[in-house]
């Protein structure tokens, strides 16, 4: 099974960066993904790791440990849209497609 | 257009009705999943598919059904031994191994 373990809510201001944590406990392991979900909307992709280390994407950056089971998102240069929750997702090892979530860590961006 | 399409956006039933949401990719994914989600809360996992005719358990499968007879179509059918079935569905789609595509969801409310 998967256990996936997230911060529930923080508070950041416009322009600043804030780093989001995910931990996970899975038996098998295939990637981790990150996505973001604005209010009523569904959830959409924002990067995926597989390998140690961290991937950029523009003012989004992704980091993975598989040795600690940690990740973490950043979000850089922090705009009012931003405001969302940030869902990070492990997917069970390969031959099995499971793909567990956590429960979210809500960013409110303020002025 | 590719994409992946939930119907109704809105449903309501009365208790103790059965009730079937629709999902259907043409992105050719082979893997599908059924999510729900409660306010304030992350995705839990109802039921996923790998495969034409096979489909596994998630974490909350109780009270659910689903059929996978078709590479698009992933129905999932609500039925009255779901104690609390009021809840935003969320249907995803993913090539095997990648990120999982989501439809816009449907919000179902039972009276």
């Known amino acids: 099974g998967q256990n996936i373990d997230q911060p529930t809510e923080m508070t950041a201001t416009e322009g600043a960066i804030v780093q989001i944590n995910c931990t996970y406990q899975?038996?098998?392991?295939?990637?981790l993904f990150w996505y973001q979900q604005h209010a009523g909307e569904a959830p959409t992709f924002l990067s995926y790791?597989?390998?140690?280390g961290l991937e950029e994407k523009g003012r989004f950056s992704s980091f993975l440990s598989r040795s600690k089971g940690y990740s973490y998102l950043l979000l850089k240069e922090l705009q009012m849209k931003d405001s969302a929750s940030y869902l990070c997702?492990?997917?069970?090892?390969?031959?099995?497609?499971?793909?567990?979530f956590g429960k979210g860590n809500q960013v409110v961006v303020i002025p | 257009d590719g994409g992946i399409t939930q119907s109704p956006k809105y449903l309501f039933r009365k208790e103790g009705q059965n009730v079937t949401l629709s999902c259907e990719q043409n992105?050719?994914?082979?893997?599908m999943y059924w999510y729900r989600q409660d306010p304030g809360q992350g995705l839990r996992l109802i039921y996923y598919?790998?495969?034409?005719?096979?489909?596994q358990k998630g974490d909350i499968a109780e009270g659910y059904s689903v059929s996978r007879e078709k590479k698009e179509s992933f129905p999932l059918t609500v039925t009255s031994a779901q104690k609390n079935p009021t809840a935003f569905y969320l249907c995803?789609?993913?090539?095997?191994?990648?990120?999982?595509?989501f439809g816009q969801g449907t919000r179902l409310t039972v009276v």
């Open positions: 995803a789609s993913s090539p095997l191994g990648a990120e999982a595509f």
């Open positions: 899975t038996s098998g392991f295939n990637g």
């Open positions: 790791n597989v390998l140690d």
């Open positions: 997702a492990v997917r069970d090892a390969y031959g099995n497609n499971r793909l567990a």
């Open positions: 992105l050719n994914h082979d893997a």
């Open positions: 598919s790998q495969i034409v005719n096979d489909f």
